[in-house]
């Protein structure tokens, strides 16, 4: 072989490898993006750089692959709903401690599935791998308990922070919809 065949096949190889990398990078940005949808976009943003968001979510996703998550038992899931129930019934009178409230049983509930302790960006950063569609959902529930905390919120931006509670808190209940309270002592049903 001459050194011009030598230059082209070295050549052909970079250039294969340069294809290959990237192919091999565009397969794992699609499959974050699939996996984390609106949390990537997020995370992408917050990191400034589309490199530095996918590490990570890379290592959200190692993080929590060694957790050992477990699901609630049906006892767990019938008393945690019974909480989430007495919160709803206390909004109408104590808004702003319903919403507290709320905080508090999300984190309960996370707890109780084996996801551990941490200040609020750890946690909605580890429940973004299992449920990152409600990943938006808990930030803006958590902005508006901030901005209760400090009188600003408004009665109706309450209401919204507590049905955003509620989705993330049934999907780690693993129910669809946390049942209504049978019956009040007047026996008026009540709905969230």
């Not at 930030?139 to 009665?155: H, M, V």
Request: aromatic residues 6%; glycine residues 4%.
């Amino acid at each position: 072989m001459n050194t011009t065949t030598i230059l082209i096949v070295l050549l052909a190889a970079v250039v294969v490898l340069v294809l290959a990398l990237a192919v091999w990078r565009w397969s794992r940005s699609r499959a974050l993006r699939r996996q984390f949808g609106p949390e990537y976009d997020h995370t992408v943003e917050s990191a400034g750089k589309r490199s530095l968001a996918e590490r990570e979510l890379l290592e959200r996703r190692h993080r929590v692959e060694k957790l050992e998550l477990r699901d609630l038992t049906d006892e767990q899931k019938r008393d945690f709903g019974e909480r989430w129930r007495r919160l709803q019934v206390d909004f109408v009178d104590r808004p702003r401690q319903a919403v507290e409230g709320a905080d508090k049983l999300v984190t309960a509930a996370m707890l109780a599935r084996g996801y551990p302790e941490g200040n609020f960006e750890q946690r909605v950063a580890d429940a973004s791998v299992e449920h990152a569609r409600l990943a938006p959902d808990y930030r803006e529930a958590r902005q508006i308990a901030e901005r209760s905390r400090r009188g600003l919120a408004t009665t109706e931006e309450l209401r919204r922070s507590l049905v955003c509670y509620r989705n993330l808190f049934q999907a780690l209940l693993g129910v669809d919809e946390v049942p209504p309270l049978e019956a009040t002592d007047t026996g008026r049903e009540l709905r969230a």
